[in-house]
Nanobody
Framework: VQLQASGGGLVQAGDSLRLSCAAS????????LGWFRQPPGKDRVFVAA????????YYTDSVKGRFTISRDNAKNMVYLQMNSLKPEDTAVYYC????????????????WGQGTKVTVSS
């Protein structure tokens, strides 16, 4: 199983960025996908999750209204569109997979990708 995240970078506050995660080796269309982040010196935390068919999405409160998670089951891709970025969004972002969104919201992913770093300057 591979989850390859990409799209991170250095941006200014207020900018937008889209993260992508390419998955392989797992039954993508039957699994929930999610994004987590680990700020410098802090623990990794849940950011967003999406159900197997994209019908349900979940967000941590701090990103609601600014971030949007989506997926393309035909391409085995999951995305995180991040708008109105703030310095506190600075973190390494990870994509992950689990059987369902509740597991992801609880941090219990079955598979983790490598991180992509997002830095938001003020």
């Amino acid at each position: 199983v591979q989850l390859q995240a990409s799209g991170g970078g250095l941006v200014q506050a207020g900018d937008s960025l889209r993260l992508s995660c390419a998955a392989s080796g797992l039954p993508f269309s039957s699994r929930a996908l999610g994004w987590f982040r680990q700020p410098p010196g802090k623990d990794r935390v849940f950011v967003a999750a999406i159900s197997y068919n994209g019908g349900s999405t979940y967000y941590t409160d701090s990103v609601k209204g600014r971030f949007t998670i989506s997926r393309d089951n035909a391409k085995n891709m999951v995305y995180l569109q991040m708008n109105s970025l703030k310095p506190e969004d600075t973190a390494v972002y990870y994509c992950a997979s689990a059987l369902g969104p509740p597991a992801l919201r609880g941090g219990a992913a079955d598979y983790w990708g490598q991180g992509t770093k997002v830095t938001v300057s003020s």
